[in-house]
């Protein structure tokens, strides 16, 4: 069965910074590309980054160009989100999500974790 | 960037009564078209992808339709499981983009 948990939410402030992490199981990491996606509350849904299978690629929405780097380590069936200069606008729930089908095509995600919060407020 | 459209924002229905879910893009994304389904506290579930293919074990009474700009979702009998709030995507060009959402509640 596929597991995508996320950890490392936090309230912060802005300006800081912060490290998202998703642990992966039930499949193999190395097959392929992830991404992450966002909720602000009561809110819809927004694509934030993505990493190809093999860290060769990345994308970013460009509201966080700049500011977040996504990465991913295949060895420990982890991704992770490097977020700085946070923002109040960058206030959500961050998901974790595989896509459907392998390699970098603009994908459809299959498996989505719980998500993790993060509040930026003074 | 593409922008999706969904409408109505809100579908009241009744228990099997039939739902019809809007989406339309600004662009053409030719049948890459992808919906979900969330319900409050949940994660979302992928429904359909590339217009009108199920997702696994998804029952028959969801289809998806459309090309271009111009996209349905249908649920053909509304479950009391069902009612919940429904997203499309698209996955034709970068940055990904998603709708704003169709709530569909209990009448």
């Known amino acids: 069965e596929v597991q995508l948990v996320e950890s490392g939410g936090d309230l912060v402030q802005p300006g800081r910074s912060l490290r998202l992490s998703c642990a992966a199981s039930?499949?193999?990491?190395?097959?392929?590309?992830m991404h992450w996606v966002r909720q602000a509350p009561g809110k819809g849904l927004e694509w934030v980054s993505g990493?190809?299978?093999?860290?060769?690629?990345?994308g970013y929405a460009d509201s966080v160009k700049g500011r977040f780097t996504i990465s991913r380590d295949n060895a420990k069936n982890s991704l992770y989100l490097q977020m700085n200069s946070l923002r109040a606008e960058d206030t959500a729930l961050y998901y974790c999500?595989?896509?459907?089908?392998?390699?970098?095509?603009?994908?459809?995600?299959?498996?989505w974790g719980q998500g993790t919060l993060v509040t930026v407020s003074a | 960037e593409i922008v999706l459209t969904q409408s109505p924002a809100t579908l009241s229905l009744s228990p099997g009564e039939r739902a019809t879910l809007s989406c339309r893009a600004s662009?053409?994304?030719?049948?890459?078209l992808v919906w979900y389904q969330q319900k409050p506290g949940q994660a979302p579930r992928l429904l359909i992808y590339?217009?009108?293919n199920r997702a696994t074990g998804l029952p028959a009474r969801f289809s998806g339709s459309g090309s271009g700009t111009d996209f349905t979702l249908t649920i053909s009998t509304l479950e009391p499981e069902d009612f919940a709030v429904y997203y499309c995507?698209?996955?034709?060009?970068?940055?990904?983009?998603f709708g704003g959402g169709t709530k569909v509640e209990i009448k």
């Open positions: 999500a595989k896509v459907l089908t392998t390699g970098w095509d603009a994908p459809a995600f299959d498996h």
């Open positions: 039930g499949f193999t990491l190395d097959d392929y590309a």
């Open positions: 990493i190809s299978w093999n860290s060769g690629i990345a």
């Open positions: 662009q053409s994304v030719s049948s890459y």
């Open positions: 590339d217009a009108s």
């Open positions: 995507q698209q996955r034709s060009n970068w940055p990904l983009t």
